[in-house]
Nanobody
Framework: QVQLMESGGGLAQPGGSLRLSCVAS????????MSWLRQAPGKGLEWISG????????YSHDSVRGRFAISRDNTQNTLYLQMDNLKPGDTATYYC?????????????????????RGQGTQVTVSS
């Protein structure tokens, strides 16, 4: 049974930093690409960053590139998102997601993360 548990959210000031974690279980974490998604109030789910199973490549949405960094520790089955220079527009619930293979495939609708697996999310609020 795939389980994803996000943590690390909270309240941050504009320009501040947070580090999110996602602990995965129920599958061979080191065999699958992983991504971070977010959903702002009143908006749809947005993919923001993804990383290959072996960390050999990673991608980020333009809105977070240069400010957020995705990483993973396959020995700890944990995915991370280092968030720097936070902006009020980053306020959202953040989720981690599993891909069906070791690499991220970009389709016409976006990266191919598996929508059936999602944790409870962690809330990030950026406000002064």
């Amino acid at each position: 049974q795939v389980q994803l548990m996000e943590s690390g959210g909270g309240l941050a000031q504009p320009g501040g930093s947070l580090r999110l974690s996602c602990v995965a279980s129920g599958f061979a974490f080191d065999a699958y690409a992983m991504s971070w998604l977010r959903q702002a109030p009143g908006k749809g789910l947005e993919w923001i960053s993804g990383i290959y199973a072996d960390s050999s490549d990673a991608y980020s949405h333009d809105s977070v590139r240069g400010r957020f960094a995705i990483s993973r520790d396959n020995t700890q089955n944990t995915l991370y998102l280092q968030m720097d220079n936070l902006k009020p527009g980053d306020t959202a619930t953040y989720y981690c997601a599993k891909h069906p293979s070791a690499r991220i495939i970009f389709t016409s609708t976006g990266p191919n993360w598996e929508s059936r697996y999602r944790g409870q999310g962690t809330q990030v609020t950026v406000s002064s």
